[in-house]
């Protein structure tokens, strides 16, 4: 499979959704480093630089309007983050396997987690009603699983993603496990992707 190196592009949300696309007939990888996410801090030694992984610090809310943050990462080994969309059919057709698979793993510290990409209004701002349909898919492929909202702490990740679905993984500190995969996938082949992802964590 080919890797696409994962870096960040600097491009907004809105321009994201614009060029974005759904996609289904070519599995893609590729990867973000710990290293493109860094915070930097003055001391009395000098100047130091803290790595942190992708999702190691945000705050956003979920489909109910719950307060997020990273905290929701900490007591799993391995959280798979699947970003999807409302318009994308192949994004809804293999979310009733992750709702299955989000029960089939949950006794092995693995977790799923969706960000639907697309709720936002032209400005900004949360469109209710886009919510409320992400909320009606979820219902009714069985995705009983946490889904966020974008947020501005989640555009750096959402504006590196160029198709959906796009699912990475990190583990409980938030930092990216292997390679982000971009399509859908059936069951087996993310039973497959989530055990390697899994061992990889663990060892």
């Not at 959280?79 to 029960?103: H, K, S, Y």
């Not at 990409?117 to 919510?131: A, F, H, K, P, R």
């Not at 409320?132 to 501005?152: C, K, M, W």
Request: with cysteine; net charge negative.
């Amino acid at each position: 499979m080919k890797r696409i190196p994962f870096v960040l592009l600097g491009i907004s949300l809105a321009g994201l959704l614009a060029l974005g696309g759904c996609s289904s007939a070519e599995q893609k990888t590729f990867t973000v480093t710990d290293e493109q996410e860094t915070t930097d801090s003055q001391s009395d030694a000098g100047q130091t630089t803290e790595q942190t992984g992708v999702l190691s610090s945000f705050s956003t809310a979920d489909l109910d309007g719950n307060i997020v943050d990273q905290s929701v990462l900490a007591d799993y080994d391995l959280t798979m983050v699947n970003v999807w969309a409302t318009f994308c059919r192949p994004c809804i057709n293999e979310m009733p396997d992750l709702g299955e698979l989000a029960q089939e793993y949950a006794d092995q510290n693995v977790q799923i987690v969706g960000l639907v990409s697309d709720v936002l209004n032209t400005d900004g701002t949360i469109s209710e009603e886009q919510v409320q349909t992400a909320r009606d898919i979820v219902a009714q492929t069985g995705a009983n699983y946490l889904h966020l909202l974008p947020s501005e702490d989640l555009y750096g990740v959402l504006g590196q993603i160029s198709a959906v679905p796009t699912t990475f993984f990190v583990d409980s500190e938030g930092k990216q496990v292997g390679y982000a995969v971009v399509s859908a996938q059936s069951k087996d082949k993310w039973i497959e992707t989530i055990d390697a992802m899994l061992a990889e964590v663990q060892e």
